[in-house]
């Protein structure tokens, strides 16, 4: 049982590339979302997923893509990056029955 | 919606010293309350969590409190430790189908052996 697994878990990027990052659990969880963690300013909610073919959007999710084919994966979509998308992302799961989210390790994005 | 605020942001304390952090939620429809801790380079890992039909709850040195009235919530953690240094976030959720969680912005915790 790995839990939330994140990868890679550090990309550099040029301005306007597209990249995918990657988010697996193997817990069957039906909830699973994407936050972005920045100096100062916490964890916010990027887009949220309550099962396969359902997604949603968080507080911040201009510029960030996201799809839901399999319980078990959630994938994060950057199609054109920018400099203020340089953060640390982080996805996370959960029973929709209970609260207690798992976070991922988390992917540091550098974009340049 | 909803929107945490969370005090001090950074704290300092001598070893064996009690640490409180102090949280305020603006929705009172929220009723799940997580804290997390987070080590450098880690993902945050839930500590202790509070939901609305309790006040307290201990789980041997960390409590949380929480006030439905004044909708405020702390984490109190005794006698500490090094190995507590971290930064430390609380959140709010409605819970269950709705629970998307609105955390605070974080308290860097620094015990001083």
């Known amino acids: 049982n790995a839990g939330v697994t994140q990868t890679p878990k550090f990309q550099v990027l040029k301005t306007g590339q597209s990249m995918t990052l990657q988010c697996a659990q193997d817990?069957?969880?039906?909830?699973m979302s994407w936050y972005r963690q920045d100096p100062g300013m916490g964890l916010r909610l990027i887009h949220y997923?309550?099962?396969?073919?359902?997604?949603d959007q968080g507080e911040v999710p201009n510029g960030y893509n996201v799809s839901r084919s399999t319980t078990e994966d959630f994938p994060l979509r950057l199609l054109s990056a920018a400099p203020s998308q340089t953060s640390v992302y982080f996805c996370?799961?959960?029973?929709?029955?209970?609260?207690?989210?798992?976070f991922g390790p988390g992917t540091r994005l550098l974009v340049l | 919606g909803e929107n945490v605020e969370q005090h001090p942001s950074t704290l300092s304390v001598q070893e064996g010293d009690s640490a409180v952090i102090k949280c305020t939620y603006s929705?009172?429809?929220?009723?799940?309350f997580p804290w997390y801790k987070q080590e450098l380079g880690k993902g945050p890992q839930l500590i202790i969590d509070?939901?609305?039909?309790?006040g307290e709850k201990k789980d041997q040195r960390i409590a949380v409190t929480l006030n439905k009235t004044a909708k405020h919530f702390s984490l109190h953690i005794t006698e500490t430790q090094p190995e507590d240094s971290a930064v430390y976030f609380c959140?709010?959720?409605?819970?269950?189908?709705?629970?998307?969680?609105?955390f605070g912005k974080g308290t860097k915790l620094s015990v001083k052996p």
């Open positions: 929705d009172s429809a929220s009723n799940y």
């Open positions: 959140a709010a959720s409605k819970g269950g189908s709705q629970g998307n969680l609105i």
């Open positions: 509070i939901r609305s039909n309790v």
């Open positions: 817990m069957n969880h039906e909830y």
């Open positions: 997923s309550v099962g396969a073919g359902i997604t």
């Open positions: 996370a799961s959960s029973k929709l029955d209970q609260e207690t989210q798992y």
